[in-house]
């Protein structure tokens, strides 16, 4: 790769060139900062989290810090926590614990799972589901109707900041809004441990209740872009990988559900981000039926990248995939290294944005090696 010049193309134009399987200027740095601004403006986990100005002030302070990256956090996570509709991170479907509520102000958010005994859903959740539908389990043990009322202020504040920092530095939201398939949700009802039995023992009714759930999901999920205009939107899955299930499995269980949520979705938004967790590499060729060019595919560290550019290098942009713990023990010379080994072998041809999810107590001097790597290293020779 080439030596940093002066930069040619916006954020946003960088971003859309990757995501198009095009070449860039240089290689696009994304990294999902999740809680990190919290620790490097000093504020706690919990003003983070659920104020939205203490959130902007802190973002935008570690954002100047880096150096600017490629895109940008529009609003707090904290969020995703007040959805009202079935998601992973709704606490009125599953057994959360915020910071500043059931934790410490600065302790991060955790879940019990329920992953085998005293399961959300019990075996007989299936029919539940199918007959009275998702929302028999909701539930206002976590989280109140004051909760639910907070989104309203949270999306115009959240529209605001998008459009005032598209203004200020031409960079994307990294995601406004996430949308869900069936299988994760079901495994996480049901607790991961008795949901991969499920699998054996009652496989034709896990398929009924996910024919049944997948048209509510893409109902859903278009409400919520109509609602909010979002652009940017969220697939998350890992309980698909081969960390839990066969290749078999997933094109049974996982694959005709994530398509057709996808292709129903992909003409809405702008982009989607496949936020695929754990190990994919033995699952990749099947991305291929998801969208081209809309999804962009976020991988850690436990997915082959270089095995993913082989595969995918022609259909979809890859997004990742720095071990995120090198960030808290290593060295910047270490980060240095291993960014320079991802650009290297999959930066050729465009399709390709360094990222890493950036740990609660990350080294700032290795995130921003991180950062300034992609800068210098990733120039595209002309």
Not at 260 to 265: C, G, P, Q, S
């Amino acid at each position: 790769m080439g030596k940093a010049t002066e930069e040619a193309m916006t954020p946003l134009e960088r971003i859309n060139a990757a995501m198009d399987l095009k070449e860039p200027d240089r290689v696009p740095i994304a990294p999902l900062l999740d809680t990190f601004p919290a620790r490097v403006a000093g504020v706690t986990l919990a003003d983070y989290l659920f104020n939205f100005e203490i959130f902007e002030k802190a973002f935008e302070e570690t954002y100047l810090k880096l150096g600017k990256v490629d895109m940008i956090d529009i609003a707090p996570t904290g969020l995703a926590y007040f959805d009202p509709f079935p998601g992973m991170f709704s606490t009125f479907y599953f057994e959360w614990y915020l910071p500043g509520r059931e934790l410490p102000p600065d302790r991060m958010a955790e879940i019990n799972e329920h992953s085998k005994e005293n399961p959300i859903m019990d075996e007989n959740g299936y029919d539940l589901i199918i007959n009275e539908g998702l929302y028999r389990f909701f539930s206002f043990k976590r989280g109140s109707l004051l909760d639910i009322a907070r989104i309203p202020e949270f999306g115009m504040k959240s529209a605001m900041l998008k459009a005032k920092w598209m203004e200020k530095y031409q960079a994307p939201p990294m995601l406004e809004g996430q949308i869900a398939a069936p299988y994760d949700l079901l495994s996480k009802l049901r607790g991961t441990t008795n949901f991969l039995l499920d699998l054996h023992r009652r496989p034709e009714k896990i398929i009924e209740a996910c024919d049944w759930m997948v048209d509510g999901l893409i109902a859903i999920a278009l409400n919520m872009i109509d609602m909010t205009r979002a652009e940017y939107v969220l697939c998350g899955s890992g309980g698909l990988s081969s960390d839990f299930v066969s290749p078999k499995t997933f094109e049974k269980f996982g694959l005709p559900y994530l398509r057709k949520v996808l292709h129903a979705v992909k003409d809405h938004v702008k982009r989607i981000q496949c936020h695929f967790d754990t190990n994919w590499t033995p699952i990749l060729e099947y991305l291929i039926e998801l969208p081209s060019k809309k999804c962009y595919l976020h991988l850690d560290e436990r997915t082959d990248i270089f095995k993913a550019k082989e595969i995918l290098g022609d259909h979809m942009c890859l997004f990742g995939n720095l071990k995120p713990s090198l960030l808290s023990f290593g060295t910047p010379k270490e980060v240095e290294k291993e960014v320079k080994k991802i650009i290297d072998g999959c930066a050729e041809g465009g399709g390709l944005i360094v990222s890493a999810e950036v740990p609660d107590d990350a080294k700032f001097e290795n995130v921003k090696a991180m950062v300034d790597t992609t800068k210098k290293y990733g120039v595209y020779r002309k």
